[in-house]
């Protein structure tokens, strides 16, 4: 299965929420992927979190952070198994200054977690109270309807990112690492994966890199990621090409090379599959 493009169909709002949702498998979606920034924060249950290639064991007070168009999925084994508020917003709340002598911007979070490629932030007791109560404000808000109510929950999420930008500092200042899930050698492929993606990968080079069979690597690959490998390879391609393109005003040949793709007629068509665009186009969208 390809993943999803998620849709927020013709929404005007730049914040939406979805607050204390139990979630299994009859209402996840598959592998997917989103224009929107997304935070998650699971308040109850247990899980597995797939985020652009790491797997992370979801738990109570776990909170993870998912920059727009990142492949991501919970994996989740029974009907109810989780617990979780998500937010979305736009891009746009997160490229303003909130102040004109202050250096912090508040998409500094996001683009420190896709640096570190890492997606959880730990949280301590006291900072799980925290979250808790900013996510019920913002509920609170949302629910009232009371005259601002919008632009005060906006203000919200305003305080809510400069905190986790704190926390994810101190994390990654102490070296802390989310637990992950699922087989060592799973991980290191995909982590090879994302620093090769020019490479010309296939089932039989990456299962010999990963010391397993073939069919094996196959079956395992599918049950944690929830994509075959050439789906996968694929769409890390794309996401990687897309960034180049809205970044920087590179040929589509070279594009097309660093990202992997055999030539521009693959990359064209594979890359119009995905986003219902031309490389041009999106490249015109985003300036």
Known sequence: ??????????????????????KGPENELPDHLHEWFEIVYVHEGRGTFFIHHTLYEMKQGDL?????????RAILEREGAITVTALFF?????????HDN??????????????????????????????????????NEFAGHSVGYKSAAVLLL???????????????????AAPTSGPGWMMDVLQHIE???????NLAKLAKLANVTPAHFSRVFKQWTGMNV????????????????????EKLSLIAEKCGFESIPHFHRSFKKMTALTPTEYRNLQR
Request: aromatic content about 8%; charged content about 20%; hydrophobic content about 45%.
């Open 230 to 249: 050439s789906q996968y390879l694929i769409m890390k391609r794309i996401i990687a090409a897309k960034q180049l393109l809205a970044a920087t005003d």
């Open 195 to 201: 620093l090769h993606k020019e490479q010309q990968w």
């Open 64 to 72: 993870f952070v998912v920059p727009a168009n990142t492949i991501h």
């Open 102 to 139: 202050d250096t912090y911007q508040p998409i500094q979070l996001f683009q420190a977690v896709r640096k570190k490629a890492q997606y959880h932030i730990p949280l301590a007791a006291e900072q799980q109270v925290a979250v808790e109560q900013y996510m019920d404000a913002i509920h």
């Open 1 to 22: 299965m390809q993943p999803i493009k998620k849709e927020f169909g013709r929404q005007q709002d730049p914040l939406v929420m979805n607050y204390k949702q139990k």
């Open 90 to 98: 736009q891009a746009g709340l997160l490229l303003q200054k909130l």
């Open 158 to 176: 305003q305080l809510l990112l400069v905190m986790l930008s704190r926390f994810a500092q101190a994390s990654y200042a102490a070296n802390a």
